[in-house]
């Protein structure tokens, strides 16, 4: 058996930032592509993606449904059922000071604003917690209530008294994502390397539990209450705010809409498919139109592991793994959370989770479907930390970028888009069955059920010029 340096540790676990998932096996023309060919590079770079975006697409791109139909397969070009509102001038310029190229490592504003840090990595949000120190010697159980690490999509939820307010700046909750850790700084005992030609290859290498729950603990989200300082300079955080919060890889979450209950999510932990531990690798963020924060689950492929059990799969399970890149004999990407051992040598529970090989009779007896459960949107109340985090299946499974809803309209559905970040992936909105209504402004995790759970699932479809079409994803429809 062999510990590895640091310096192994950073090569091993920087694998999990840098691998690009790329487990798409159709031949579509990637949008790349066709960005390539409809604009230049330099006209990119000279103005912005935001500013050519109107010169690529037209007038008004993939937007909304059209006027006479409410399902939402509008091509480019038609009339948005949520229009735009306030000056719709597209900028030529941004009026905008840049800051020079540097390679420098302190960082640069521009001219007139100002930078400070705040809230990094192990701070505490409650009393009674040690101030981060860099010799890791924190407790992997203390991260349930400290920052995890690097920090991601965020949003701070303006509040009056207790209850959101949009327009509030004096005080609030900042929600922010953990999207994944850097080991070598988390971790100080290394990665474990099994000599024996006979064991499992998704367990040549091992990890200790310690580092493993500390890891675990450091994704995920952080609620935080922030104030405005004395003087009126910066905010500052509120210990022990009865808002702080962690929601952390460990945190017991509901799938809700088309999944929830399916054989497909059935594990040891919920033999009936409702719950799971966990939200992961949160990467871009959004506000629902109600007030609640939207959360992105993005590479969770990275950390889990398969070992060889196709055998025992249908041909359907065993696709629905390899579509993500998860093909037998597969480690993960450096996290090797499944590893760790107890005393009496076997695999607890607690890390097994992380590894989606059937090795029980049934899906009860094992964590093959624990991967299923990943990969969604998750809805988190910020206001109630007693909610439990919502994953809303009815808005797809992918690598999720960003969640962006469409200016709302009383009497008419509500639209989000996403991206998929993975490699050749494609760009989708959601069109809810249910039409807005002004009253559940403020309604928490329940207008989620209502907005969120039942509706329609679109993938953009691009041609060679540019323009385009909305194409449902319903069963029964274009081949699915």
Known sequence: MTLLNNNQINNQQNLAHEVVED??????????????????????????????????????????????????????????????????????????????????????????????????????????????????????????????????????????????????????????????????????????????????????????????????????????????????????????????????????????????????????FDPTGHKTRGINNNCGSGLSPWGTYLTTEENFLGVFARGQDAEKLSAAQNYGRERYGAIENFPGWGYLWHSPKNEDATIDDEFARWDMTAVGANAADDYRNAYNTFGYITEIDPFDKNTMPKKRTALGRFAHENCAYAPVEEGKPVVFYMGDDARGEYIYKFVSTATWSNADIGGGLSAGDKYMDDGTLYVAIFNEDGSGEWKPLAHGQNGL
């Not at 099994?194 to 729950?213: K, S």
């Not at 300079?233 to 799938?255: A, C, F, P």
Request: glycine residues 10%; proline residues 4%.
């Open 23 to 268: 487990s798409n096996p159709t031949n579509n023309t990637d949008f790349q592509t066709i960005l390539d060919r409809r604009l230049h590079r330099r006209s990119i770079l000279k103005g912005g993606t935001g500013l050519t975006a109107a010169a690529f697409f037209g007038a008004i791109p993939l937007v909304g449904c059209s006027d006479d139909d409410d399902s939402g397969s509008t091509v480019v070009g038609g009339d948005a059922a949520i229009p735009a509102q306030g000056d719709l001038t597209r900028p030529e310029t941004l009026k905008f000071s840049p800051v020079a190229h540097s390679t420098a490592a302190e960082m640069s504003v521009a001219e007139g604003y100002t930078a400070e840090m705040i809230l990094p990595l192990g701070t505490p949000l409650m009393s009674g917690i040690d101030e981060w120190k860099d010799n890791r010697e924190q407790s992997a159980e203390s991260f349930d209530w400290r920052m995890g690490d690097n920090h991601d999509g965020m949003w701070f939820f303006g509040k009056t008294g207790n209850n959101y307010d949009a327009k509030a700046s004096e005080g609030g909750l900042l929600v922010m994502n953990h999207e994944y850790v850097n080991s070598a700084e988390l971790s100080p005992h290394g990665y474990l390397t099994i000599e024996d030609d006979d064991a499992d290859p998704i367990f040549q290498t091992r990890r200790l539990a310690t580092d493993v729950r500390r890891e675990v603990n450091c994704h995920g989200v952080a609620v935080v209450e922030m104030k405005r300082r004395a003087d009126g300079v910066g905010y500052e955080m509120v210990l022990d705010s009865k808002y702080n919060r962690r929601i952390t890889s460990t945190t017991t979450s509901q799938l809700t809409g088309p999944v929830a209950g399916s054989d497909l999510t059935k594990t040891k």
